[in-house]
């Protein structure tokens, strides 16, 4: 288990750079900006000279997870939250391998090299790729290549990957971090639940879809696919998920992504 005095040091170095990070009324400033303000916003805080903003965002976050692993007694967490990051790359190979694109925007914070994922995507080139990654990629092929469906690649990446948040979360064994993981399967599920009804692509997709492992239950969920989102907020206002839906019907699912 997780022992708070473990902490202490990295609690310290946090504390004191903590000026020097953004502030939270400048994070709710670019919410809601348009690109010229929020590069603005964004400059007094990072350093985009003599490069452009994607990159020097790109650096920052690396800089930022480099940071946190350096201080922090356990990697497990800093995985367990960079995961998403590592199959965002694997959606991304897999999707340029189908359509062929040559656009491929990687974020390249862990351990995990994309071109490695992409080297194996491509060419079955395993080289040092964790075995996670390695049968993520074999699935997600594996899915698309059955069902012709990009969503297919999607659907089976997110699960997989807070599958693997679940098995770091337990290892890491901290309620914090487990409820964590928890509320954002919970999130996924409604978002998911939403776009899948509007895509009209039916309950058994939607099952299919949805994600065990939150506080609510995935098949609870899925069960509220044929109902107006009016009818699901009601329903599942006392709930786990009773929050998310009530943003998601009363103000729509824009404002319900700004509430993640």
Avoid: W
Avoid at 194 to 199: A, E
Avoid at 204 to 224: K, P, S
Wanted: glycine share 6%; proline share 3%; hydrophobic share 45%.
């Amino acid at each position: 288990m997780v022992n708070e005095a473990d902490f202490a040091e990295a609690s310290g170095y946090l504390r004191a750079i903590e000026k020097r990070m953004m502030p939270r009324a400048a994070i709710e400033r670019v919410a809601d900006a348009t690109l010229d303000e929020t590069l603005s916003v964004l400059s007094q805080y990072f350093d985009f000279s003599g490069k452009d903003y994607e990159a020097a965002l790109s650096a920052e976050l690396r800089r930022a997870y480099e940071t946190a692993r350096d201080v922090s007694p356990s990697g497990d967490i800093v995985d367990a939250l960079g995961a998403k990051y590592d199959f965002h790359n694997i959606k991304t190979a897999v999707k340029a391998r189908f359509a062929g694109t040559k656009d491929r925007p990687y974020v390249n914070v862990t351990d995990v090299a994309p071109e490695d994922v992409e080297r194996f995507v491509f060419g079955g080139v395993e080289g040092d790729l964790p075995s996670y990654v390695i049968s993520a990629c074999k699935e997600a092929l594996a899915a698309f290549e059955l069902s012709n469906d990009p969503m297919a690649i999607d659907v089976t990446l997110d699960r997989l990957m807070f599958a693997r948040m679940v098995e770091l979360c337990e290892k890491i064994d901290s309620v914090f971090i487990s409820d964590y993981v928890k509320t954002l399967i919970d999130f996924y599920n409604i978002e998911a639940l939403i776009r899948i009804k509007r895509m009209n692509k039916g309950v058994i997709f939607a099952q299919a879809a949805l994600v065990n492992g939150g506080f609510a239950d995935a098949e609870q969920i899925a069960a509220q696919y044929a109902k107006p989102l009016e009818v699901m907020a009601e329903e599942l206002r006392y709930g786990p998920v009773g929050y998310f839906v009530s943003v998601a019907a009363e103000k729509g699912l824009s404002e319900l992504e700004k509430a993640r």
